[in-house]
């Protein structure tokens, strides 16, 4: 029996005030997943608990099977995290950095390098690939650290935000990756307030609020949910989130 590639149990966590209570999710391998909900709804809190970033109170998680807080090196070796600033060294160029985080990953050098030159290709980089980052255009800054998460051949990948301040052709190339990696097998996990990028994207789509799951499935099945039939998903969106 194949294991989801993330599993949430139970997942709570307060800072001033509850932010993410009781929640439990559970995502299959080999899709594509969106995540959505209002502002302040807990989504970026939630990830960063996944990817290890933020202690929860309560709960578990498991990534593929590992339960990431009992064996938390072994859970990222395996995944990817994509804030929705891309973080890089400045100074460094494309390559320099694809090389650092691979060295961070223990890579042998020799297949870094082969996987850089690849990924650097695909994302239409290589031409780029000795000028150094800081002038680069957010865009291009994030197809850097895109290639910079693949590098290690993560299973799951979560990006936070990943579309945000780019134009139309670098958000078309940056869709086009996500849904190579799952047409590859890899599992991917978005958010976005870009409701029209996880309508035609996402193969099921989880809504939270409140700190908790509101509802999740397909798109057909949010709208029979929501008694929103052959609606969008952001008029099923506003249905189901209205209130809350």
């Known amino acids: ?54 202690k929860p109170d309560a709960g578990t998680v498991h990534i593929l099977g590992i339960d990431a807080r009992a064996h938390p090196l072994e859970a990222k070796a395996i995944t990817a995290w994509l804030p929705d600033e891309p973080m890089l060294y400045d ?10 985080v691979a060295g961070l990953w223990r890579m042998d050098p020799q297949v870094a390098a082969a996987e850089a030159e690849r990924l650097l290709h695909w994302l239409g980089l290589w031409d780029e690939r000795d000028t150094r980052c800081e002038g680069f255009s957010r865009g291009m800054k994030q197809k850097v650290a895109l290639a910079a998460a693949l590098i290690h051949d993560p299973k799951l990948l979560i990006l936070d935000e990943p579309l945000t301040g780019l134009d139309a052709g670098m958000a078309r190339a940056v869709k086009d990756a996500l849904r190579a990696q799952v047409d590859a097998g890899k599992t991917v996990i978005v958010t976005t307030h870009i409701l029209e990028v996880a309508e035609r994207m996402a193969d099921r789509i989880g809504i939270i609020a409140g700190g908790k799951l509101l509802a999740e499935g397909t798109l057909e099945e949010l709208r029979t949910s929501a008694g929103t039939e052959g609606m969008t998903l952001e008029d099923t969106f506003i249905r189901l989130t209205s209130g809350v």
């Open 91 to 100: 100074k460094l160029t494309p390559s320099e950095y694809l090389a650092f």
């Open 1 to 54: 029996m194949t294991k989801p590639a993330l599993r949430i149990r139970g997942l709570s966590k307060s800072f001033d005030k509850p932010v993410i209570t009781g929640l439990d999710l559970e995502i299959a391998a080999g899709q594509l997943y969106a995540l959505l909900g209002p502002n302040g709804a807990g989504k970026t809190t939630t990830l960063r608990m996944v990817t290890g970033l933020t």
